[in-house]
């Protein structure tokens, strides 16, 4: 039988700090604009939620800002959220409710071949987790920072830049910030962990051209 947030002893008593940490453009999709809107509603009445936005070109500059903003006011944990993702509105309490350092949402990619952002081995990109869902959470060793919590404690572990890309010359491409950091909170002892349940009922938002197969 799953916990039930509202109801658990683990926040009787205790004035917990939730911070959202959303890195975006210049705009962010109606869709994700309304989905968070519910799910802030929605945590605010279980926990202390705050919400921040960084609106820039540059996505290392954003993150670093953001786990800076989550410090500042001392949270207890930070929800990751892209602006092109759509949510269900109790998506913060149940990954909550697992009571977790790392555990996030498995999610498509937005282009083909469509294939989930969560790997079991890093550097095998066959190695992705099937979007099927598993009674228990489910490790793996990178998943995208669409929709992810994190305990902010976590961040001491580790010395900045936390959020980096780096080049690998023998495949002869990119590893970006996310599977990054969680690398180097690895390396620390940190697991990551996906709820595959909830990662059914997110959504990635796309742009699709329509038109004649010519």
Known sequence: MRKNLYKSSLWSGKNKKLSILVPTRDMVHTHFSFSLSQLYKTTSDVIDTYLFFDSSSILLNQREKLIEEAKLINSDYVLWLDSDMVLPSTTAIRLLEHNQDIVGCNYLKR???????????????????????????????????????MKTEI????????????????????????????KKLREVGYKVYIDTLLSSEIKHMGLYAYGTNK
């Open 155 to 182: 961040f001491n572990k580790i010395r900045k830049p936390y959020f980096e890309f780096t080049y690998n010359e023998k495949s002869d491409d990119w590893l970006g910030e996310d599977f990054n950091l969680l």
């Open 111 to 149: 282009t083909k071949p469509l294939k989930p952002v969560a790997y079991k081995n890093i550097g095998d990109w066959d190695s992705f987790l099937p979007l099927t869902i598993e009674e228990n959470l489910v490790e793996v060793e990178g998943v995208g920072m669409g929709c992810i919590l």
